[in-house]
């Protein structure tokens, strides 16, 4: 998960590329029709493409002379998953921080 999941990290952490993926939602895309949603050129949202086709967030097929990219989520998942043991984690240690606070307090009002 460390490699993957710091190549996943990493392109997610840009937020053109999260818009991207928020795009590929609607399905998949020919790069021209992605590029004609943002104000930066197609050369540069193919590089955002490739990092996120080498984090392996989307699918690239041939179409023609179409390069089609999909939503993979998977890998999204898996972070997802790996989130929610530190989630789970930091809620049970904060109540409990919150509980010894409480009864501190409680115990120099009396």
Same mark, same amino acid.
């Given at each position: 998960?460390? !490699?993957? #999941?710091s190549? %996943?990290?990493? *392109?997610? &952490?840009?937020? !053109?590329?999260?818009?991207?993926?928020?795009?590929?939602?609607?399905?998949?895309? &020919?790069?021209?029709?992605? &590029? #004609?949603?943002? @104000? %930066? =050129?197609?050369? *540069?949202?193919? /590089?955002?493409?490739?990092v996120?086709? @080498?984090?392996?967030?989307? !699918? @690239? !097929?041939?179409?023609?002379?179409?390069? %089609?990219?999909?939503?993979? &989520?998977?890998?999204?998942?898996?972070? @997802?998953?790996?989130?929610?043991?530190?989630?789970?984690?930091? *809620?049970?240690?904060?109540? =409990?921080?919150?509980?010894?606070?409480?009864? /501190?307090? /409680? #115990?120099? /009002?009396?």
């Amino acid at each position: 998960m460390v !490699t993957q #999941g710091s190549s %996943i990290f990493h *392109a997610i &952490a840009d937020p !053109t590329r999260r818009a991207i993926l928020d795009r590929l939602r609607e399905g998949g895309q &020919a790069v021209n029709e992605i &590029a #004609g949603r943002f @104000e %930066i =050129s197609r050369p *540069a949202i193919s /590089k955002h493409l490739r990092v996120l086709h @080498e984090a392996n967030l989307v !699918t @690239e !097929t041939r179409d023609g002379r179409n390069r %089609i990219y999909k939503l993979n &989520a998977e890998p999204l998942r898996d972070l @997802e998953r790996w989130l929610d043991h530190y989630r789970r984690f930091w *809620a049970l240690n904060l109540l =409990s921080l919150k509980n010894h606070v409480e009864s /501190k307090e /409680k #115990g120099r /009002k009396q």
